[in-house]
């Protein structure tokens, strides 16, 4: 039942914070949507951001248990790390309204903590970079000349390889953009057909 509660207060929680914003939305609101009494919320969450961060926290775990999960389905370690690309887009184009919210927070600097946070899922990824390329440096599927810095390598692949597979993934309407957009070379984020992204990606699994 407790489970149950919480579970409800997170995703009321998110809802509201997607709808009016995070400043907008108050304890009392969530607890209205929930159907709660305000200090069932206490219980569970010390304030309105322990549930903001919570949710995040929530979603960056279920995007590594996932980039983890899908990697140990192929052998072959660049599509290992494609893995690890490719669910770390997944995760912002499944998230986009809730990260609007953590930018738009950073960009007026009133709360770093979100963006902390948002950032631990960059750090597990690398983890996960690193590890495959060690993996694949011991069992000889690669080889390097610096094999004391093995890491710097793994980093610098990742980096190459997700802009590779990002200009790959996206469908670029130059013809939409304006002036600026056209000579950068990128349109707005508007313009990029995220559903056409996520099901590439899943195609191109497929076809694996």
Same mark, same amino acid.
């Given at each position: ?11 009321? *929680? ?82 986009? *309204? ?80 304006? *002036? ?29």
């Amino acid at each position: 039942m407790k489970k149950a509660t919480k579970e409800i207060l997170l995703k009321k *929680g998110e809802e509201l914070i997607l709808k009016s914003g995070y400043y907008e939305t108050k304890v009392e609101d969530i607890t209205k949507e929930a159907g709660v009494a305000k200090g069932t919320f206490y219980i569970y969450f010390s304030s309105k951001e322990d549930i903001f961060i919570e949710i995040l926290k929530g979603k960056i775990a279920k995007a590594v248990e996932s980039m983890r999960e899908k990697k140990e389905e192929v052998t072959d370690f660049r599509k290992k790390m494609d893995i690890a690309t490719e669910e770390y887009i997944k995760f912002h184009i499944d998230n986009l *309204g809730f990260l609007r919210v953590i930018f738009s927070m950073e960009k007026e600097k009133k709360n770093s903590k979100f963006m902390n946070n948002l950032m631990e899922l960059h750090k597990m990824k690398l983890e996960v970079v690193i590890s495959v390329f060690k993996n694949a440096v011991e069992n000889r599927e690669i080889t390097v000349k610096y094999k004391d810095r093995i890491e710097d390598i793994a980093i610098m692949y990742d980096i190459m390889r997700t802009e590779y597979i990002f200009h790959k993934l996206i469908k670029l309407k130059m013809e939409e953009g304006n *002036g600026e957009c056209q000579e950068r070379g990128f349109c707005d984020f508007a313009n990029i057909d995220t559903d056409s992204i996520k099901n590439k990606i899943d195609a191109r699994r497929e076809a694996e």
